[in-house]
Each structure stands twice: as C-alpha cells, then as structure tokens.
C-alpha cells in the first residue's frame, strides 16, 4: 500500500488549498467558501482512513521529507517532513474526522444565521485544520514548533472573529500571548534539542529521542549536554518543551486564556478543544514520549501537573452560568487527565482518553452551539430550561456526551478516564506524589459529574425559565448531522479498548494496546515500557483482577454521585443557585481563583509599568544626554561666537595675540631664544 | 560592470528626475527604479560569487578593481564586487526603494521631482555601500547616503522635521568620524604590510600573525582592541544599539513613509553589515574575546528596545523601536560567530527589511487615511480597510517571528547560533534574548487590538476610504516576499551560507564550559531580573 | 656686508609699527596705510633674504608686491568708498554687519 | 585741576601692546639667530639683471623668468583699476553692496539661530 502515503502530503494539503479558495474567491461562491472547506476536509478524512488503513496493513511507519528549508548538512539541517505511524495515522483521522463535521456544522451555525465575514471564518477554518494536521504529521520538532504556532495563529484569527465587539479581540490576544509564553519555551527546546542533538527528528535511529537513551547508556558521542549531566540535560530539554504544551492544553498556570477563548465562534471552540489547538499539547508529548521517557522528573511533573490540573479545573466548572464556561473548565480538566496519563507512564491510556475527548467533546461542543442558535445566541443556563421536549436531537446526543465526559459506563469517557485513573494508582502504590495526583483525579471525576449534570439539568429539565427558551429557533440537518455522527462515536468509541472487561474475560479486546504495540521499533508502547523502566524507574507493577475492577468501581462511583448531586439539586423544575450558599467560596471559584488576575496583572500592570519606566528613562536619560551634548555645543557656540565683533581691530588684535602665543611656543620648543 | 550599471542608472535616473518637472517625476522614477530590480535581479540569478569576499579562496560576482589614485603609501583601487552577503542586501534595497517611491505616490505633494531624485540618488548610495570592497570607495558611499536622507527628511518630513533630520545627520556623522579613527588606527598598526585600503588586503595582512604594530604607544592587543571598538561604535549608531539608538524613533516619526521604509528597511543593515564586514571579518579574536560585552549589547538591545516598544503609542514609533530589539538579534547572530549565527544574522537583515519595510507601509497607508498615527485615535480599522489591516496583521505576526514567514526562519536561525556559540553562559544569554519575542508579541497584539478591531472610531475628521492600489500593492508585495523567504529560506540562505561560512573559520574553538550550577544561577537570575 | 639680523629686526619693527597702527586707529584711511607698511617689512624681508643667499628671485618678487600692493590700495580706497557711502563714516568699528 | 593737554593713552591704545609684544618676540628671535655671512652677488648689475629676468633674458645675474607673472600682474592691475573704478562709481547698482540688503541677511540668519538652538 505504497499509495496511501504518497498522497498522505495532501492531508494537509487538501485544507491549504480550501484555505487560499475561500480567501480569494470566497467571497464569489455559493456558501462562502464553506464547500470548499467540506470538500477539503472530507478528503483529508477519506486520504486518512486510507492511511490508516495502509498503517495498519504495513505497520511500519511511513517517513519522508517533503521541503527542505535550510539544506545545510552541517550543523543541522531543518526540513518539512511527515511522519505516519501508529499515533499519527490515528490522530490525522480524528483531527480530520472533527474539522468535516465542525464544517458541516458552521453552514447551519454560521451562514444560515447570516453572518458576515464568512470566506475570512472559512479560510481561518481551513487553515487551522491545515495547521494541525501538518503539526500531528511533523516528522521532527522544528517543524512541529512551526506548525504549532500556526495553530496559534489560527486561534487568534479565529477567536477574534468577530472583531467588532471588544471582548473577542481581547481573548484572542490573550490567547495567542498567553501560549506564546509557553511557546517562548518550546522555543528554547526546539533550539536546545537542535543544538544537543543535531537533529529534531521524532522517528528513526538518529532521532533525538533514541540519542538521548544512547547518551544516558554512555554509548552516543557527539553530544553536547552543555556542560550538563545528560539526565539532568535532559530533563531540562524536556521542561522547556513542556512550557509549550502546557501553554497550548492549558495546563495549570497557563489556562487562564481558554475560558476566555469562548468568545470565539461555537463551532471554532469545537474545533480548537477537541481536535486541533488544546490536543496540540498532549499530542505533542506522546509523540516525544520516548524522550520524556528518560526523564523520571519530567514524568512526575507532568502528571502532577495533569492531576492537579483535573480538579482544579473541574470545581471552577461547578459555579459558571454559561453552558460555553462548563465545556471550556472541563475541557481543561479532562486534559488535566491525559497529562495525568501521560506522566505516570500510561501512553495508550492517554491517547485512549485524547481519542475519546476528542469525540465527546466536539459532540458537546456542538450541541452546546446548537443549543445557542436555538436561544438565539444567549448562551446563559439560567435562562435556558426545558429544552429536552423541544430540542430532542439535541438533547440526547448531548446526553450521551455527558455520560462520556462524566464517565458512566459504558460510554467512551468511562473506559479511557477509567484506564487513566488505574495507571495512576498503578503508579501511585510506588510513589506517594503519583498518589496525590491520582488521588486529585479521583476528586476531579466527582465534580466532573457534578458539573456535567448540572449543565445538562440547567439546560434541557425542568421547566423554560425564559420566553426564548419556551420557543427555541430550529435548525437544519447540517447542523443534527454533525451531532448524531458524534453521538455515535461518543457512545461507542470507548469499545476499541475495554480494559477491564479484557481483564475480566482475558479476551484481547484491548485494540488500541495492539495497535500501538505495532509500529516503529523506537515508536511502540513496548518500547517507552523499557524505556520508563530502565531509566525512569517505573517497574511493572502486578495488577490483579481486583485493582482493575476496584478501580473502575470507584471512579464509576464517584460520577454517579457527581451525577446523582447534580440531579438532586437541579433535576427540578425550578431550580436554585444552591452555589450561592458556598458564600465566599462560590466567589473564589467564580472569580477562576483569581489567576486572570495576577496573569493581566503581569501582563499590563507590572509589564508596562517598566515600559513606561523605561521609555521614561529612555527619553529622560539617554536621549536627555543626547539633547545634552546639542545644548551644551549650542550654548558654547553661542558664546563663542560673541568673540566675533565685526570690529576689524578686535580680529587684527587676536590674530596678533595668537601669532605672539605661536611663536613663544614654538620659539620656546625650538630654542630659538638661548 | 553590472554594478556599475546599477549605480550608473540611479544616479542618472535621479539626476534626470531632479531636473525634470513635477508633474513627469513619480511615475518616471517608478520606472527608472524598476531597471535597477531587472538588473539586480539578473544578477541574482547569474550569481557565481564564491565565498566570502574579505576572505581568502573566494570568486567575487560582477567584480571592478581599477586603480584610482594614490594617497601617501596607499594605493586606492575602484573595487567593487559582490558575495553572498552583499548580493541579497543589494536586491532588497532595489526592490524597497521601488516600493517606497510607489508608496510616495500618496503622501508626498510638493517638490515631488526633487524627492523622487533624491530617493534614486539614496539608492545609489546604498547599492555602493554594499558593493565597495575599498575603504575609500566604501567611505565616499557610506557618507553620501547620508545628504540625500538629510534632505529627505528634513524637508518632506513631520512637524519636527528639522530636529529629527540633524540630530540623525550629526549623530550618524559624529559616528562615522568614531569609526573613521577606529579604522586608521588599525590601517596605522599594520604599518608597511599593507599598501591598499582594499578590504581584502587588510584582511590578508591581518589573518598573518603578528601583523598589527603598536601604534602611539599601545601594544599591539590595544591597537585592535581600541580599532575594534572604535568601529563597534560608529556602526552601532547606525544599527542602532541600545544606548545610541535615539535619533532612530525620531527619525523614523519625523520621516516621510517611504523614507522611514528606506531607513528602516536598508538603512539599518548598513551598520549591521559594516559590523560583519569590518569588525566580525576583520578581528574576529577580539569579537571574540569581548563577546560577553558585545552579548550584553545585544540583550539589552532586543529587551529594552522591547519595553520602549510597549510603552509607544504611535505606531511609527512602536514599528521604530521593535527595529531596535530586531537589530539586536543581528548583533547577537554575529557574535555568536557559528554559521547560523552569522548566517542567521544576515537573512535577519533582509527580513527585517522586508517586514519592518511592511510595516511602515501599513502605518502609512493608515496615516494618509486617517490623518493620524495615534494607538488611542482609532479603533475598529479592519472594518473599513480591510486589505490594509490584513497586511497589519500580516506584517505584525510576520514581526513576531510565526513560522512560514521570513522572520522565523531568521530568528530561529540567530538562536541556534548563538545558543551553541563559544562565549561562556551562551545557552542562558540566548534564552534570555529570545524573551524578547514574547513582548514582540505583546505590543503587536496590544497595538493590533486597540487599532483594528472593536467598533470603527477615528477621532480625525476625515473620511475613511479604502487605499489605493498603489498603495496597496507595496504591501502584498513584501507579502509574498516575507512568506516566500519564510518558506523557502534556501533561495537566499544557500548564497548566504557560503559566504559566512569561511568566517566561522576565522576562529579559535575554545569551549567555556561553565559549570551547569552557575549557568542554572545566572539564567535564573538574568531572567528574574528581566522580567522585574 | 651688514648682518641680515638687522634687516630682519628693521622688517621687524616696520611690520609692527603698521601692526600698533591697524590696532589702535579706527580711521579706514590710516589702515589702509597700516597696510602698506606691512607690506613694505614683508618687501625688507625679501631683499634681504636675496642677498643673503644670492638669488635675485627675492628682488622680483617684492618687485610684484610693491604692483600687487598697488592693486591693493586702488580696490582698498574703493571699499572705503563704498563704506562711507553706506554707513557715512570711515570708521571702521561702525561697519559690523557681518559679525556672526 | 589745571587744564593741560594730556596724553590721551586711552584704553583704544591697548590693543597696541599685541603689537609691541609681537615686536619684543620677534626681535629676540632674530637677534639671537645665527646667519652665515650673506652671499651678495658678486659683480655685475642687480638692477639690469632683474629688468632681464623680468623679460625672460638672460642677464649678468643668473636667475628664474618671470614673464608669465609680469603678465599676470598687468592683468592684475588692469582689474584692480577696473573693480575700483567700480567700486567707487556713484549709485553703482551693485545690489549686495546696500545696507539695507546685508542686514537682511543677518536677521534671517539670527532667526535661523534661535530656533536651533531651541532644543
């Protein structure tokens, strides 16, 4: 199946071309350039099943460089590559599978609620997809970066797409400057992967993550660990790479710009926390995995960041109003979860739970849009109600997406949140820092289920609690399309990897664990196994048939009482702001702990106090010496120039004065006077 | 003789537009400065320049040497030639003085045929101070870009014109002087060894050990260190490097459109390109034996220049003060003496043309609209000039370093370079300088917000039409130039590459290896106080 | 044969009898005599230093300098001319109007 | 106090003292030179001889020509005699000359001045 990945280019492609049709000729086409887009995506969707179908017929992953940007052999060169293996070919189909649907759906959110502006929001949409589907083929971590600032970029287009209001510019920029401040250092990763290693690329026996398991072995030369003990090099290395991912999944403390990012348009926050920007991050460590393998530090960092992050997250989406507010806090959350995975060494269980978010998210994303075009763009769950009779569609593929995200089996979320949490607690018996993260988890999943509920109680029971909500807008199939496909998938994805039931019957149902197995000899899940045991000392820890269930009984629990809180307090009629009664706590939690705070703070309070010091100090002091040094010359020209009379006599006397003074001098010198 | 020619056709071209009326001269000189881009651009691609053109066993394209005339014991020789470093920056001042001259076609209204002479008469300058390989030669063009810049400001320029053109005139020109003695002092040291003022045969002379004789009593070491940093500030006034960057925001503000995109786009680079010819080609030891200084220079260029940016609220003067924090990272490439570092520093130069070029452009098409310049007086732009706030947008993240465009490739190039050079702490330092492109970020995105978007408001009294095509068409121009720069760097870099690469070889590798404790203190400490 | 010493403290004392002249008096005329003293030390100089090195040149010259000094006083006497006509005075502190 | 004419050594006799002291120095220069004996010229006649070397003849004395500067100078006369004749002529129309012009120039260039000097 040479043939797939010949075209495999043309996944990206595909978009970028849709993407200049609906900037120049956009605006002369029927929809707006949406059909190019659908078009576009649909290709990519369809070249991406082919492709992972051809991986899963050859196995062997696919690399080949495509452009060269610097072609200097010496010290590095820097080239446009793709990579197709296991991960890629798995993510290209879920990142081009959302960016279909999420184009399907802006023609009903978008061109039939007659926006203006439309080819800018299909070109913005297009090329985000291009972005991101570049960045999970990226075939080295230069090219990764620059793919990753795309995706940036699309996101500040995109948020601020509606420009003329105030507040979308404003979360656009906060967006873009708050993951530039991860992205600073990523960038010094990239730069100091490149200058270590001498290649950035993910895959083969020159990768970087395959020299660095060689350094540590003492085996590789050539490698500069600036001074450093490699392990502690590293380590380092791999922090900085993780100020990106931390920036772009909004991982504690550089979340702040996500909640703010749902200014944008509904279906674009579908696509930014499902499938293209927040997924950049996590999808950035798996695909370094072998690297961040070799670093037990980094591991723990990243799932104490995950952990703390899931519920950290998740008791601020308790107390929002907007149904957006919920979804953009447990997004944050439930990435919280894969970091969680990822660093107690739970690879698949981390692209279990990516693959399923991406599902269920993108599904209540876009029920959550359907949902504002139906209440005519007021996103507020208190004025919302009753919704379920009048929006059935909607409401039960909403539903079956909250059922995956607070984790009820047998929806998708409950196998991968499931499997994530029982590799923590796996690792957690052995390290009492996994144990608090696992633990922090556990908490997070209750108030998963709370907030879950409340939002789809607030939202579709009980009785209409506003005018618009008695008689909500209605909409077309482009829009119920999406979302039944999603729905479909939210509910069953899960089925590809049933660990406990595997474990149960010892039937190998575990189809994402074999998947993974195949692949790359440096790519597989075998491999980071090794590697996370021989270097960061994560040996195999027996499971019995009892941890496995106890676990899952556990986290299941805790959703249902998450769930059964919800339902308590808010299945009713006529329900009441029970928040309220946390008193100062509500507002803590209101106020997000009061991190945009100190973030806009830094950002205009602190920052450009010290510009306007130092341009103060720039226009005082260095340019004052400046204007100091004219002033100065001016003034004593000024006074020398009083020496010219215009009396010849005083010019005659002066000039004889100096002829005297010369000839003492050089008579003097010259002995002329012995 | 295709250097000549190019020189040949500006002058006369600018002559005969000087002379002819005003109502001939814009668009004559439209045309005549599209001859020297047909020219430039030949030569582009019939380039055969090998190496670098100071250095020993390089081929120099389209090379003169004539003897001229003679001065004492020197021999002066019309030289002129040209490698890879000189090759780009040539086609890029060909191509931004055609752009700006069309972009003058709105702004300017008086005088027209004396200003659209003496953009041509720059040109020439300009074009032979980036081909003269003879001191002499060099210095007669390097000063004579200087009276038609005076002129050009001082009298097409803003309310402060006069202010603006002398203190640029003086400043520049006190520098030259600085550099001037910088450099004899070094001629004066080689004493007999040579008996040209041709760059080269300084270079060969030098790269002979022990070449340099004391001079007024100075030991040898002190002759070039002195020489050095004689020639370090008179090039860095016109870079310009924090602390004698201050006639530039004036400058700049004061200036005319197309003649802050001349200043900003190429006038610039002459510093940074003296600086990599004279000081980084000719002493690289010293470079490199004071490159903690020189590194220190360059942070605080890219930082503070940063901050002044942020705190600017006239977008020519936020543009003019990023140039600053963006000439540092020229600085910072060339001291890190590794071919990225050199060679990330020169295509940072014709990126930083290209895109401050841009920006210019769009703050001028802005101004000729709305009459004003102020971050405060407008908002909500994008509504009614779109095209001109797409190249804002455009032009701001090409600044701000977004991959595909030009000034990522530079800037990524200048940070490997430095992040594995010699100097001790490299690693941190660069680090530390690559913070400036999160404030890049930040005054770009801030300046973005408060002028393009939000509800449409200009405080002016003027009405709000879409720009002209001549106006607009600069700007998609240097567009597609940025993009086709950031993603195919090679058409430039591999020409580029083989000239810088025989300078790293100019140098003794010696690793400063700092112990990893040190380096962890000072990075954290130098972050730390950056960001206090 | 008298020592050139003396002709040179003669040129000496001339030239600076004209010098004392042209600083203390403030009447056009008597500087433009002032002059011609001058010029005449400047003429002593040359004679002398011809004999005293046998060259004849020295003796032209001040030849041409007495026809140059001539010319001198022909344009001179027009300027003064000139001067009283425009500030009705020949004295020359009233003419200031090119000072800076 | 008598009335008796006094010396008028006022302070416009100052300047005088430059003169005096540029006297003192270069006396004292001169006077304590050494010259070799002065060489003369021997026989034949100085005067005959410059009348020859003026023309370009060769006279009792060797020395230089002069023809071409003798020439010169006559032009020289001719124009100094000219440039007087203009200078003096009444109401010449030689602008510049005016006063009122001149001091034109020197308000604009006071003007010019100040404001330079305003920053």
């Known amino acids: 199946m040479v043939g797939a990945f010949e075209f495999a280019p043309a996944i990206a492609a595909l978009p970028f071309v849709s993407f200049l049709v609906a900037l120049f000729v956009g605006r002369f086409m029927p929809k707006k350039g949406a059909l190019a887009g659908i078009t576009a995506t649909g290709g990519s969707l369809l070249l991406s099943l082919w492709v992972y179908l051809a991986v899963l017929t050859s196995g062997d992953p696919h690399v080949e460089i495509v452009h060269t940007l610097i072609g200097v052999t010496d010290p590095f060169s820097l080239e446009l590559g793709i990579l197709i293996d296991q991960l890629s070919a798995l993510m290209l189909l879920i990142v081009s ?179 293209t920007m927040v997924a950049a991050g996590v999808y950035l460590v798996a695909r370094m995995y072998g690297f961040y393998a070799l670093s037990p530090t980094a591991l723990a960092i990243i799932a104490f960041v995950g952990g703390f992050t899931a519920l950290f997250a998740a008791t601020m989406g308790v107390v929002k109003r907007e149904i957006k507010q919920v979804l953009a806090y447990s997004t944050i959350s439930q990435y919280g979860y894969m970091m969680l995975a990822l660093g107690v060494g739970g690879y698949v269980a981390g692209v279990f739970h990516l693959t399923t978010h991406a599902m269920f998210k993108a599904l209540l994303f876009l029920g959550a849009g359907a949902v504002i075009v139906a209440m005519h763009h007021n996103e507020d769950m208190w004025k919302m109600g009753g919704l379920k009779e009048r929006l ?187 928040t309220d009664k ?86 003097i010198l010259g002995g002329w006077f012995v | 003789m295709m250097i000549e020619l190019l020189l040949g056709v500006c002058l006369v071209g600018g002559l005969a537009v000087f002379l002819l009326p005003d ?47 003679s001065v004492g014991p020197y021999e002066l020789f019309y030289h002129v030639g040209l490698d890879g470093v000189s090759m780009p920056l040539i086609v890029l001042t060909t191509i931004l003085t055609t752009l700006a001259i069309l972009s003058a076609w709105t702004p300017i209204d008086e005088r027209k045929s004396q200003f659209y002479g003496l953009m041509l008469l720059m040109e020439a300058s300009l074009i032979g101070v980036f081909a ?84 007024g009593g100075l030991s040898p070491n002190a002759v070039k260190t002195a020489a050095f940093f004689l020639m370090f500030a008179g090039f860095a006034v016109k870079v310009p490097v924090v602390p004698v960057h201050t006639w530039l925001p004036d400058a700049h503000v004061e200036a005319p459109t197309p003649v802050s995109v001349i200043l ?148 990524f190039l200048v940070f490997s370079g430095s992040f594995a050079a010699d100097f001790a702490y490299a690693p941190v330092f660069t680090a530390v300088a690559m913070f400036g492109i999160v404030i890049v970020a930040g005054y770009y995105l801030f300046a973005m917000q408060r002028t393009l978007f939000g509800e449409f408001s200009v405080s002016t009294d003027y009405e709000i039409t879409r720009a002209a095509v001549h106006d607009v068409v600069p700007l998609v121009v240097l567009i597609v130039l940025i993009i086709a720069l950031g993603s195919a760097p090679e058409i430039v870099f591999g020409m580029i590459e083989d000239a810088v690469r025989p300078m790293t070889e100019l140098t003794t ?16 400490s130098l972050l730390g106080g950056v960001l206090l | 044969m008298v020592p050139s010493q003396y002709y040179l403290v003669l040129s000496a004392a001339v030239f600076c009898i004209g010098l004392f002249g042209i600083l203390t008096r403030r009447n056009a005329l008597v500087f433009l005599m002032s002059v011609e003293l001058m010029l005449n030390a400047a003429n002593i100089n040359l004679v002398a230093f011809s004999v005293q090195n046998g060259n004849l040149t020295g003796q032209v010259f001040s030849l041409f300098t007495i026809a140059t000094a001539a010319a001198e006083v022909a344009v001179g006497i027009g300027i003064i001319l000139v001067l009283y006509r425009n500030f009705n005075d020949v004295d020359v502190t009233t003419a200031t109007t090119m000072r800076w | 106090m008598t009335t008796r004419p006094r010396l008028k050594l006022g302070s416009h006799l100052l300047p005088g003292l430059a003169a005096v002291a540029l006297f003192v120095v270069m006396a004292a220069a001169f006077l304590s030179a050494q010259f070799p004996a002065p060489q003369g010229f021997g026989s034949g006649s100085i005067t005959a001889s410059i009348g020859y070397a003026i023309f370009d003849l060769s006279g009792p004395i060797t020395s230089e020509y002069f023809l071409v500067a003798f020439e010169i100078m006559g032009v020289l006369l001719v124009a100094a005699l000219v440039g007087a004749v203009m200078l003096a002529r009444e109401e010449g129309g030689l602008g510049p000359l005016s006063g009122s012009g001149s001091r034109d120039v020197r308000a604009d260039g006071a003007i010019e001045t100040e404001t330079e000097s305003d920053h």
């Not at chain 1, 946390?582 to 106090?609: C, M, R």
């Not at chain 2, 020297?36 to 003169?64: C, H, K, Q, R, W």
């Open chain 2, 509 to 524: 590798t010696q690793q400063a290896d700092a112990g990893p404790a040190g380096m962890l203190g000072l990075g954290v």
């Open chain 2, 264 to 411: 900003a786009g190429v006038l610039l680079k002459m510093g940074t390109y003296a600086l990599l010819r004279f000081n980084f080609t000719l002493l690289p030891e010293i470079a490199q034996q004071y490159a903690l200084v020189l590194v220190a220079f360059a942070i605080v260029s890219v930082i503070y220049g940063a901050l002044l940016a942020l705190a600017q609220q006239d977008l020519k003067r936020i543009v003019a003060y990023s140039s600053v924090s963006s000439m540092g990272y020229v600085i910072l490439g060339l001291v890190a003496f590794t071919l990225y570092g050199l060679g990330g520093a020169t295509f940072q130069m014709i990126s930083h043309g290209l895109i401050s070029g841009l920006l210019f452009l769009c703050v001028g098409v802005v101004y000729n609209t709305t009459h004003t310049r102020m971050v405060g007086d407008m908002s909500g732009l994008a509504e009614r000039m779109p095209i001109t706030a797409g190249a804002i947008v455009a032009g701001s993240f090409a600044y701000m370093g977004l991959p595909l465009m030009s000034g990522f490739v530079a800037e």
């Open chain 1, 582 to 667: 946390l008193g100062s706590i509500k507002t803590v939690l209101f106020n997000n702990y009061y991190q945009d705070e100190y973030q806009v703070w830094l950002a205009e309070g602190l920052t450009a106090n010290v510009a306007r010091g130092a341009d103060t100090f720039d226009q005082g002091i260095i340019d004052g010496a400046v204007n100091g040094v004219s002033s100065v010359s001016l003034f004593l020209g000024d006074r020398a120039r009083r020496l010219q009379t215009g009396v010849v006599t005083n010019y005659a006397a002066l000039l004889t004065l100096g002829l005297v003074v010369l000839l003492v001098a050089v008579g």
């Open chain 1, 97 to 275: 599978l959302i960016s279909f649907l999420v184009f399907v759906f802006s023609l009903g959110y978008m061109n039939d609620e007659g926006e203006t502006g439309l080819p800018r929001y299909y070109a913005g949409l297009s090329l985000f997809s291009f972005s991101m589907l570049a960045f999970v083929m990226a075939s080295n971590l230069f090219m990764a970066f620059m793919f990753f600032e795309l995706v940036g970029l699309c996101s500040y287009l995109l948020i601020g797409f509606w420009f003329r209001a105030d507040a979308p510019p404003s979360a656009a920029k906060k967006a873009f400057l708050v993951t530039r401040f991860g992205d600073y250092f990523f960038l010094i990763g990239v730069v100091g992967v490149l200058g270590t290693f001498g290649t950035a690329a993910f895959a083969g026996d020159g990768s970087f993550p395959v020299l660095a398991e060689q350094a540590l072995a003492g085996e590789a030369a050539g490698i500069n660990t600036f001074g450093f003990d490699p392990q502690t090099w590293f380590t380092i290395l791999g922090l900085l790479v993780l100020g990106g991912v931390m920036g772009k999944s909004a991982q504690f403390p550089l979340h702040t710009w996500l909640p703010d990012a749902m200014e944008g348009p509904t279906p674009v926050s579908a696509l930014i926390h499902a499938a």
């Open chain 2, 132 to 215: 003269a390989l003879d001191f002499f030669v060099w210095f007669v063009f390097w000063e004579a870009v200087l009276i038609p810049m005076y002129f050009l400001i001082g009298v097409w320029g803003g309310p402060r014109r006069k202010y603006a053109a002398i203190k640029f005139f003086v400043y520049t020109n006190v520098a030259s002087l600085v550099m001037f003695v910088g450099f004899f002092l070094l001629v004066f040291g080689l004493g007999d060894s040579v008996q040209s003022l041709g760059l080269p045969a300084i270079a060969g002379a030098l790269s002979a050990p022990g070449a340099v004789g004391s001079v």
């Open chain 1, 392 to 578: 059935p569609v909607t409401y039960y593929t909403f539903l079956a997406g909250s059922l995956a995200l607070a984790g009820i089996i047998p929806f998708a979320g409950f196998w991968s949140k499931d499997e994530v949490l029982f590799e923590a607690l796996l690792r957690g018996m052995d390290n009492p820092i996994f144990l608090v993260a696992y633990a922090m988890g556990l908490i997070g999943v209750f108030f998963t289920g709370l907030y879950t509920f409340r939002m789809v109680f607030l939202t579709f029971h009980g009785e209409p609690r506003t005018t618009i909500a008695e008689d909500p807008h209605h909409f077309g199939w482009n829009m119920k399309f999406p979302m039944v496909v999603l729905g479909v998938l939210a509910t069953v994805v899960g089925l590809i990897n049933m660990t406990p039931v595997a474990e149960l019957t010892g039937a190998h149902i575990e189809f994402l664990h074999i998947w993974f197995e195949h692949g790359g000899e440096t790519l597989t899940v075998e491999h980071y196994g090794a590697l996370l045991e021989q270097w960061a000392g994560y040996g195999a820890v027996d499971a019995s048939t009892a941890l496995v269930l106890g676990s899952g009984a556990v986290s299941l629990l805790l959703a249902l009482a998450g769930a059964g809180a919800a339902h308590v307090l808010y299945n009713v009629p006529d329900p009441d702001e029970h």
């Open chain 2, 23 to 69: 109502r001939y001269s814009a668009r004559l000189s439209f045309g005549i400065s599209l001859l020297p881009i047909l020219a430039s651009s030949y030569m582009y691609a019939t380039f055969d320049g090998v190496g670098n053109a100071l250095l020993e066993g390089s081929t120099l394209a389209f090379e003169t040497r004539v003897n001229w005339l």
